[in-house]
Every structure is written in C-alpha cells, then in structure tokens.
C-alpha cells in the first residue's frame, strides 16, 4: 500500500503504479489506524486467502501507533493473523528486513560506493 497526502488520487498516480498495488490516502501522507485497518482487512487478508496460505499467519510490524489498536487486534484475531510488534525506535536495529534483507543491501552498496 502505498499512502498519499491526497483527498483524491491523481489519475496520472494510479495509472502509473503496479496494478497490484493499492494506494490509501490520509491527511499527511501517513500510515494511520484508519488505512493500516483498511489495508489488513481489505488487502492484506484476501492476498493471503488468494494465494492460500496456511492460517494462523504472524504479522511482524513496528511498534508504532498505528499499528496497535483495539480494533486492530480484534480484527486480526477474528482473520487468525497474530500481530507481532517490535519494540518501537529500535526496529531499525532488530527488525528482520533490516537484518537479513537490507543490511547486506546497504553493505555492498557502501562498498561500491568507496570503490567508486
């Protein structure tokens, strides 16, 4: 999903995203309670019922506001997603894309960019 600061989306911005993607709008551009719900109820919950993956599913997510409401967790318990949340302002250190996916990402690229 991605989040624009937009009462209603450009035709140019849909036109050009993947169609795949979904686009959410808030006020400042943000991932709120309102499009973070939207998003697991309206997209992230069918794609796993599309492509039949095995319930219960855990849902690693920052510690951040948005994702950690009442509503939210209701949800999510009655779609069998269990909702992980890291420790807030750390997830840069400890969250897994960052560990395992990015860092040698950011490794080679500092690397390369010394070479150059």
Known sequence: MV???YQRIPDK???GLDPTWVIGRSEHGWMTTE???QYIGNVFH???LENRVKFPVILFVD???SHLTYELSVLCSELKIEVI???PNVTRIIQPADVAVFRP???AWRAAVRKW
């Open 13 to 15: 911005i849909s036109a």
């Open 85 to 87: 949340a890291l420790y």
């Open 3 to 5: 989040v624009y600061p």
């Open 63 to 65: 510690g951040h506001k």
């Open 46 to 48: 069918p794609y796993l």
């Open 35 to 37: 499009t973070f719900y």
């Open 105 to 107: 990402i950011k490794v």
